[in-house]
């Protein structure tokens, strides 16, 4: 496996320090979970999107976000609500839904594609 950045690295570092001592500091879990999950680390990633929904449950990115992890561990069903959740919070960039590698694993799940249907292609 190809070794991370030492910036990527640094910037862990970094946040892993603020989170310990402001543990409920929103941006700094999201920030995290991206990192983790760019740098391979999907069930860090996967652990900090379950913190950023129970410290934001109605933030519907933080539920997409939690769907894209659940995915990447093919948890399907899990993903699948997940999803069902961010959009009945608003979560609306259904081309990036589309196209986000990290779904990969629903693109052709029934579920997945009913979740689409009313959506134009180019929207």
Known sequence: MKRPPADAEFEVRFFESVLRREPGYARVVEILGALYTRLGRIPD???????????EPDNSTAHYNLACSLALTRRRAEALRELRRALALGYD?????????????????PEFRALLPAVPKNS
Do not use: I, N
């Open 93 to 109: 960039d259904f081309r990036w839904m589309r196209q986000d590698p990290d779904l990969a694993s629903l693109r052709e799940d």
């Open 45 to 55: 990633g996967l652990r900090m999107d379950r913190r950023m929904v129970r410290l």
